[in-house]
């Protein structure tokens, strides 16, 4: 199992539905998640970032983490064309300082 | 979050021939990281390059095809070497967060293309 996997997606979600993305993970990451949206051509730009159970809310973005099931997401309220791109999720390696992990990313696609 | 700039932004090489890229930060961070994202994939750590020090290189990447420098605390070079179309990829240069721990800022990259 790799350490953070996605569903590659495309996710296709109509223009003001709620995007619902998710990532799992294995116990060779410590538990602090990044949520990084990366558009096509462009470098990824941290968008959210969660370290407790529960959810966390940034403006029409919802990060939720799930410790006992090994689960975060990400919710995108109100969905733009603006918000189709690659959504990639990020957890640090365990006892392997700073350094990341990424999952294949997920790619959201908002029709008008 | 710092300012993170690279250059070059795009390149074409030839087979065989070598390019450094060059990361810039606006403010002094002890940890840098070089990513490679291949085409579709997702991103993949080359090295931790931390100033003073060797850089700690990741399995699968070595000293001698990627080439590190990190004179100060605001930049760093990557070298590819001896370059294949393989190596045709997106190389990304990334900072630690001030005071947010494990959170890494990118730079906006160099899109390499070899032929």
């Known amino acids: 199992q790799k350490e953070v996997e996605q569903n590659s997606g495309p996710l296709s979600v109509p223009e003001g539905a709620i995007a619902s993305l998710n990532c799992t993970y294995s116990?060779?990451?410590?538990?602090?998640f990044f949520w990084y949206r990366q558009y096509s051509g462009k470098s990824p730009e941290l968008i959210m970032s969660?370290?407790?159970?529960g959810d966390k809310e940034d403006g029409r973005f919802t990060a939720q983490l799930n410790k006992a099931s090994q689960y975060v997401s990400l919710l995108i309220r109100d969905s733009q064309p603006s918000d189709s791109a690659t959504y990639l999720c990020a957890a640090p390696i365990k006892a392997a300082g700073n350094k990341l992990t990424f999952g294949g990313g997920t790619r959201v696609l908002v029709k008008p | 979050s710092a300012v993170i700039s690279q250059k070059p932004s795009r390149d074409i090489c030839q087979r065989g021939t070598s390019l450094t890229i060059q990361c810039q930060v606006d403010s002094q961070v002890t940890m840098m990281f070089w990513y490679r994202q291949q085409p579709g994939q997702s991103l993949t750590l080359i090295a931790t390059a931390n100033q003073g020090s060797e850089a700690t290189y990741e399995s699968g990447f070595v000293i001698d095809k990627f080439p590190i420098s990190r004179p100060n605390l605001t930049f760093s070079t990557l070298t590819v070497s001896n370059m294949s179309p393989e190596d045709s990829s997106i190389y990304l240069c990334?900072?630690?967060?001030?005071?947010?721990?494990?959170?890494?800022?990118f730079g906006p990259g160099t899109r390499l293309t070899v032929l």
């Open positions: 969660i370290y407790s159970n």
């Open positions: 116990d060779r990451v410590s538990q602090s």
């Open positions: 990334s900072v630690e967060g001030q005071g947010i721990t494990d959170t890494q800022y």
